[in-house]
């Protein structure tokens, strides 16, 4: 037995749960009488909806179909060797439920290794081998194939990448000594780096082609076909294929320079993956493969028993599993059907719900204000919306004019109104407007119909307390920009029944949105933990702390934007607003900032200009900060603000505003793009030590989102 076989064979020991991926292989003779060949299927047994990984038993798998072929390739009753997966899936690399469980580092070591010893035995054969990317295909499953002397892709994969330093991690069974030395560096560390820094960006097959990083790309209907055609064209020598030369010299260089600079942008250097896939992809220069592939199997194993991977992943099953399933939704069969949607205001909060509703739901929607101009102006920002779309290709000419003769204005909200079932508000954010708007809206509506408020702070029982049937009323809280932030905070008032929050959780997956249930507390939960955190770093500021040491106090959590930069988009008027909220509410903990207050009378938009290009004091908002004498450094402003966070959150779960810890964290993810390496906040407060500093225990229990104890 062979020491991978041994290698893996313990590896499956530790990992009885693994969903197993069988290698099989068949042969053929391939057309134009090129020879015989053998092909091997990756498949775990389920459909496309449970997609194929590789974890020890799979590796196993494949190893012992490479034992077969490479001795016929050896025997020569062969000509070449495929690769290819199930229906829409090639592979989407290692299983991270096992690597979840690792406790020791040489278990960890052993995984990089086991991948590495089995997908380079297929550059190793005595034949040419094939990779064909015949659907979804991420890590190790674009590294598989890149072990492979050639590729073909389907244009109608949806998803090519290497998430790796997305979720903590770096490309460790090849891919960041491989790629670079296959379509150059540039392009390497976009894919590396870039992509997946950016929300993990994902390519579809033709960018992987245009990428050179397949060969070939033949469309999906008869793309097996048509690549046994190509591949039998490349054995007979009627092909050639041409790879570009690599600048090993300064392009290279200059390439992981502009990695670098992108992951400082995105990270400021507060989580390793990236700069250590950097540091592999700078020393693949001189070619040696091993050395690199050693190198992947270091800074996996460093990273497997590292905070951050195992916060990555907490945070994909977040996204993938709880996001999906929210915690305290009532049963999904109370839900009642919506044909029509209402929407009251026209201003750009409410046309940006109006055109959600309307491409996600394909329902009538109706826009209400208070005069013509301001819903002529909704509906055509709606309508020219729908246009750029048209523009885009994203839609064709059908969809276009089915969507706009589905939305309308009207100033009467009976007539709008008469026969929604769902009506929602985007009006001024103050509590007696809202409830005349509600008040008016269950004058005209049918009895069953579901009244929904985007209110960021205010009560949503307060805003239900007068009308005839509050029970109906359910905050629905949308974060900005709509269309591109998934979560939506789902507010349980007092007297809210089952049929409409189940209606509202049926309402908000159809809109695709990601949708956790809060009590009706002010500020919920993303605001008030934002204006916590801001108003911690207003006091730093007021007291006589520096502007530029209290935002930088901050950076090593990565955030997506400093605390000033974030209050510039949100508006330093809502800032000061939220701030006043919370303050009624808890006068202790929250404070409101004469200085955030004199900057919002006079006029500005935020604390910085941009006349660089770089974000630097405006002189005008020097002039009217009124600053005290204490001055903090970097790591006290760090630490105060932390242990506030952290006070807050732990508050917050005593009342019981969300079900879990779990939920803060897919709130801040989602609906604050705070980053995935940090797992959202609370694990990272438990292992910087500040939630037993603070409340005198962990939020979350050892091994979740950490090592195992």
């Not at 400082?264 to 989580?271: E, I, N, T, Y």
């Amino acid at each position: 037995m062979s020491t991978t076989a041994e290698l893996l064979k313990q590896a499956s020991e530790l990992f009885p749960d693994e969903v197993v991926t069988r290698a099989h292989v068949r042969h053929f003779d391939l057309p134009l009488g090129a020879g015989r060949f053998a092909l091997i299927t990756l498949d775990n047994g389920h459909d496309h909806t449970k997609p194929t990984t590789f974890g020890p038993a799979s590796l196993a798998n494949l190893n012992a179909a490479i034992d077969q072929v490479e001795k016929e390739a050896a025997d020569g009753e062969i000509v070449g060797v495929g690769l290819t997966g199930k229906p829409f899936i090639f592979a989407v690399g290692a299983d991270l439920k096992g690597v979840e469980i690792l406790k020791e580092y040489e278990h960890a070591l052993a995984i990089g290794k086991g991948g590495h010893e089995v997908f380079k035995r297929l550059s190793q054969l005595a034949v040419p081998t094939f990779a064909y990317y015949n659907g979804a295909a991420m890590g190790g499953g674009v590294e598989v194939g890149l072990h492979c002397t050639y590729r073909t892709v389907s244009a109608a994969v949806p998803a090519f990448s290497l998430p790796e330093v997305f979720l903590g991690l770096v490309p460790g069974w090849g891919g960041c000594a491989l790629l670079p030395n296959l379509i150059g560096p540039e392009k390497a560390v976009s894919v590396i780096i870039e992509n997946s820094l950016n929300q993990n960006k994902q390519l579809k097959g033709k960018q992987v082609f245009e990428l050179g990083i397949a060969d070939a790309i033949f469309e999906g209907a008869d793309f097996l076909e048509q690549s046994l055609i190509w591949t039998a064209a490349v054995l007979k020598g009627e092909l050639e294929i041409e790879r570009p030369v690599i600048d090993r010299g300064e392009g290279w260089d200059q390439a992981v320079a502009k990695g670098r600079f992108i992951a400082d942008s995105k990270v400021h250097g507060a989580a390793p993956a990236a700069y250590r896939a950097l540091d592999i992809i700078a020393a693949a220069k001189n070619g040696d493969l091993q050395q690199g592939y050693d190198a992947e199997d270091k800074a996996l194993a460093d990273l497997i028993m590292g905070g951050e991977l195992r916060s990555g992943i907490y945070a994909f099953n977040l996204v993938q599993k709880r996001g999906k399933r929210p915690a305290g939704a009532p049963d999904k069969n109370l839900a009642r059907p919506v044909t029509k949607v209402g929407v009251v205001g026209a201003g750009l909060m409410a046309s940006q719900l109006a055109l959600l509703f309307l491409r996600r739901l394909e329902v009538p929607v109706v826009l209400t204000d208070i005069d013509q101009e301001r819903v002529d102006k909704g509906v055509g920002y709606v309508h020219a919306e729908i246009d750029k779309l048209l523009g885009k290709g994203r839609i064709n000419q059908d969809k276009a004019n089915r969507l706009k003769a589905l939305v309308s204005g009207v100033l009467d909200k009976a007539e709008g109104f008469s026969d929604a079932d769902f009506v929602i508000e985007a009006v001024f954010e103050e509590i007696g407007v809202k409830q005349q708007v509600f008040a008016e809206v269950e004058a005209v509506a049918p009895a069953h119909a579901i009244f929904a408020t985007n209110t960021s702070s205010l009560s949503v029982s307060e805003m239900a307390s007068k009308l005839k049937n509050p029970e109906r009323v359910v905050g629905f809280h949308f974060f900005n920009p709509v269309a591109v932030l998934p979560l939506l905070e789902i507010v349980r008032g007092e007297k809210t029944d089952d049929a409409s929050l189940a209606t509202a959780f049926a309402v908000a997956k159809k809109l695709k949105k990601t949708a956790v249930l809060t009590k009706d507390a002010p500020a919920f939960v993303v605001n008030r933990i934002l204006t916590r955190f801001m108003g911690e770093i207003q006091n730093i500021i007021d007291e006589g702390t520096p502007v530029e040491v209290a935002e930088k106090g901050v950076e090593p959590l990565g955030l997506p934007m400093s605390p000033l930069v974030l209050l510039e988009l949100v508006g330093p008027a809502i800032g000061l607003h939220v701030s006043e909220t919370l303050n009624r509410a808890f006068p202790d903990r929250f404070t409101v900032s004469p200085n955030l207050a004199a900057v919002v009378k006079a006029g500005k938009r935020g604390f910085y200009v941009y006349d660089s290009g770089k974000p630097e004091l405006d002189p005008e908002v020097a002039a009217l900060l009124k600053q005290g004498d204490t001055v903090l450094t970097e790591e006290q402003v760090r630490d105060r603000v932390l242990d506030a966070v952290a006070q807050e959150i732990g508050i917050m779960l005593d009342e019981g505003v969300v079900a879990e810890a779990q939920d803060i964290d897919l709130c801040l993810i989602t609906g604050a793009g705070w980053p995935f390496h940090l797992g959202g906040i609370t694990p990272y407060l438990d292992r910087e030590g500040v939630s037993e500093r603070v409340n005198g225990k962990r939020f979350l229990a050892q091994g979740v989102a950490s090592v195992p104890a």
